[in-house]
């Protein structure tokens, strides 16, 4: 169980979203939530998880509690501190819905962009 002195950074979901803003352009649902950010330390020397099946980059775990009323899927970003992550992988560690493991890669890898849908 994880506890609330550990989930100290703020993240930002980005829900995909078929809605539109007045000026035509994808208007995304932000769910916001306290996580725990951390640079993946199980990566072999090419970048990849192969024990995993995992054939994509991984570079972070995001932590976060179980969300009520939103399912977090692969299709969605993480945007933390102007930096985006594309979710790999959604896991629920012991599968009592108390947290999320977020397995992500790291778009931008610390470049600030905008936290706008992507093209």
Do not use: W
């Amino acid at each position: 169980m994880i506890s609330s002195g550990d989930l100290d950074r703020r993240v930002v979901i980005q829900v995909p979203d078929i809605s539109r803003d007045t000026f035509g352009q994808a208007d995304p649902k932000l769910e916001r939530f306290y996580g725990r950010v951390g640079q993946d330390q199980s990566r072999d020397r090419k970048g990849t998880l192969p024990a995993s099946g995992f054939t994509s980059q991984v570079t972070h775990t995001i932590t976060i509690r179980y969300p009520r009323g939103l399912t977090v899927l692969s299709n969605m970003r993480v945007n933390y501190e102007q930096r985006i992550f594309l979710i790999q992988a959604v896991l629920d560690p012991d599968e009592k819905k108390r947290e999320l493991n977020l397995i992500c890669f790291e778009l931008n890898d610390g470049a600030a962009t905008t936290c706008g849908p992507s093209a």
